[in-house]
């Protein structure tokens, strides 16, 4: 089954660290979406890529960095310059960008300890 | 930038009534999304509204689209308990030449008690 992969599900960070969050489509999407959600919020665009090899910055993508050199995978690392990094976060894609729905991986709960 | 309001922040309800969600955007939009989440889980895509006035049904849930394109309304009968979840909608934001993203609301948390 087509789908977005997400891993991993918890991740623990020391201050300090950067650390990436893996996300992988095999739903053929061209574009794809990182947010972030916090308690008793929606979700927060972090960055999005429309094409391969091209990615743009969304509300709130200081301290925050992606990559997209395949159409199937679109990694993203927080880094030590992000000072509340503790969230949900989700990646997402779509077909023909806003004009369709997304689908979301199942999310990556990342705590700062 | 563009704001994507939703009201109520929580609603309670006893199985078996009703329950509506309203969504209001600062501007218009070309469409308009709505998403469930479930306590747990991650957004499932439910439906998308393109024309003005548009209603559309999906067994217990009606959804309507403004017609000036700036406010939605997503309407349940009869709740059951799979109903329980985070009810958002989203709409495109825009900036220079295409569409970045969805800016979402900040979501409808439905509780259902038996």
């Known amino acids: 089954d087509g789908g977005i992969t997400q891993s991993p599900k918890y991740l623990f960070r020391k201050e300090g660290q950067n650390v990436t969050l893996s996300c992988e489509q095999n739903l053929n999407h061209d574009a794809m979406y990182w947010y972030r959600q916090d308690p008793g919020q929606g979700l927060r665009l972090i960055y999005y890529?429309?094409?391969?090899?091209?990615?743009q910055k969304g509300d709130i993508a200081e301290g925050y960095s992606v990559s997209r050199e395949k159409k199937e995978s679109f990694p993203l690392t927080v880094t030590s310059a992000q000072k509340n990094p503790t969230a949900f976060y989700l990646c997402a894609s779509s077909r023909g960008g806003t004009v369709r729905g997304y689908t979301f991986g199942s999310g990556t709960r990342l705590t700062v300890v | 930038g563009q704001q994507v309001m939703q009201i109520p922040q929580y609603q309670h309800v006893q199985e078996g009534e009703d329950f509506t969600t309203y969504c209001n955007s600062s501007?218009?939009?070309?469409?308009i999304q709505w998403y469930k989440q479930r306590p747990g889980g991650h957004p499932v895509f439910l439906i998308q509204?393109?024309?003005?006035?548009e209603v559309k049904k999906q067994k217990r849930l009606t959804f309507q689209f403004g017609e000036a394109k700036k406010n939605s309304s997503l309407h349940i009968t009869a709740t059951q308990t799979t109903d329980v979840g985070t009810y958002f909608c989203?709409?495109?934001?825009?900036?220079?030449?295409?569409?970045?993203?969805?800016?979402f609301g900040k979501g409808t948390h439905l509780i259902i008690q038996p």
């Open positions: 501007t218009t939009l070309s469409n």
């Open positions: 890529s429309q094409i391969v090899n091209d990615f």
């Open positions: 509204l393109v024309k003005s006035g």
């Open positions: 989203a709409g495109p934001s825009y900036s220079g030449g295409g569409a970045d993203g969805l800016t």
